[in-house]
């Protein structure tokens, strides 16, 4: 459980950064990531995703995101762990 929070505040803090307006878009306060992670949407993902310098590699993150994605319950806090996870390695790869 600990692992999957990690990588959620992670995933969390590299979507505020790549979309600066992302924090007054969600009328943020000072709260915790996770708390943001009940906010953060699918297409704030991709737009983390869509970051990435090599368009074949962000395209295909993107696509495979869909499928890992569970639409009906659209925030990031409610996605498996398999899905959290395979986002985290996504951004593992933006990092380098």
Same mark, same amino acid.
């Given at each position: 459980?600990?692992?999957?929070?990690?990588?959620?505040?992670?995933?969390?803090t590299a979507? &505020?950064?790549?979309?600066?307006?992302?924090? +007054? @878009?969600?009328? *943020?306060?000072? #709260?915790? %990531?996770?708390?943001?992670?009940?906010?953060?949407?699918?297409?704030?993902?991709?737009? &983390?995703?869509?970051?990435?310098?090599?368009? +074949? @590699?962000?395209? *295909?993150?993107? #696509?495979? %995101?869909?499928?890992?994605?569970n639409i009906?319950?659209?925030?990031?806090?409610?996605?498996?762990?398999?899905?959290?996870?395979?986002?985290?390695?996504?951004?593992?790869?933006?990092?380098?």
């Open positions: 459980m600990k692992a999957y929070l990690q990588r959620l505040d992670a995933i969390v979507c &505020l950064s790549s979309n600066p307006d992302l924090l +007054q @878009r969600l009328g *943020a306060r000072k #709260e915790k %990531l996770s708390d943001l992670g009940d906010q953060i949407r699918l297409f704030d993902v991709k737009w &983390l995703l869509m970051t990435d310098f090599s368009d +074949q @590699r962000s395209k *295909a993150n993107i #696509e495979a %995101l869909e499928c890992w994605w009906k319950r659209d925030a990031l806090s409610s996605q498996s762990d398999e899905c959290i996870g395979f986002v985290y390695d996504a951004l593992r790869h933006l990092s380098r």
